[in-house]
């Protein structure tokens, strides 16, 4: 659905958060536009609130690749082992 696609203004690093609020606003526009989606959209609200909330507290720590390897991988190659061996 475009109303959920990131916004171009998020592309450029600024705040690309929505607030609770702003988030129910959107999906019930979109019912209001798609009555007979109610049901799943009323399900994604739910799944979004959720997931909202649950951003907050989850912490996560980016991975990080050097340069060669990165180079590598963007050539073809895979970042670990060889191809067709399991890690």
Do not use: W
Not at 15 to 20: G, K, N, Q
Not at 27 to 52: C, G, R, W
Not at 70 to 86: R, S, T, V, Y
Request: no cysteine; proline share 5%; hydrophobic share 35%.
């Amino acid at each position: 659905m475009a109303i959920f696609r990131k916004r171009e203004r998020r592309i450029h690093g600024e705040d690309s958060t929505d607030t609770l609020d702003q988030l129910r606003k959107r999906i019930d526009a979109i019912i209001n536009t798609k009555p007979s989606h109610k049901k799943v959209l009323e399900f994604l609200k739910e799944v979004m609130v959720e997931q909202y909330r649950m951003k907050a507290s989850t912490k996560t720590v980016p991975i990080r690749i050097d340069e060669e390897k990165n180079q590598a991988f963007l050539e073809g190659n895979p970042l670990f082992g060889q191809k067709g061996a399991m890690p």
